[in-house]
Nanobody
Framework: EVQLVESGGGLVQPGGSLRLSCAAS????????MSWVRQAPGKGLEWVSI????????NYADSVKGRFTISRDNAKNTLYLQMNSLKPEDTAVYYC????????????????????WGQGTQVTVSS
């Protein structure tokens, strides 16, 4: 059974930083691209970032480019999201998700491309 467990969320002031983690189990983590997706209060899901299975290729939504960094440690079966220069509009529940189609992506990922999701971790950016 695929399990994805996020952690590291919390309350942070604007301009601050947080590092999210996602512990994966129940599948061969190193064989799948992984992603972060978020949902702000009262809004729909927004794709944030994706990383290929080996960690050498990444992509970001324009809204977080230059501020967020996705990474992974395949030895620890863990996905990360380093979030810097946080803004109030980054307030959301952040989910990690497993890319259904394997190691890499070949077109802009869609939310329907992710078949397994964690329970989410809340990030609140406020003074």
């Amino acid at each position: 059974e695929v399990q994805l467990v996020e952690s590291g969320g919390g309350l942070v002031q604007p301009g601050g930083s947080l590092r999210l983690s996602c512990a994966a189990s129940g599948f061969t983590f190193s064989s799948y691209a992984m992603s972060w997706v978020r949902q702000a209060p009262g809004k729909g899901l927004e794709w944030v970032s994706i990383i290929n299975s080996g960690g050498g290729r990444t992509n970001y939504a324009d809204s977080v480019k230059g501020r967020f960094t996705i990474s992974r440690d395949n030895a620890k079966n863990t996905l990360y999201l380093q979030m810097n220069s946080l803004k109030p509009e980054d307030t959301a529940v952040y989910y990690c998700a497993k890319y259904t189609y394997g190691r890499n992506w070949y077109s802009p990922p869609k939310l329907t491309d992710f078949g397994s999701w964690g329970q989410g971790t809340q990030v609140t950016v406020s003074s």
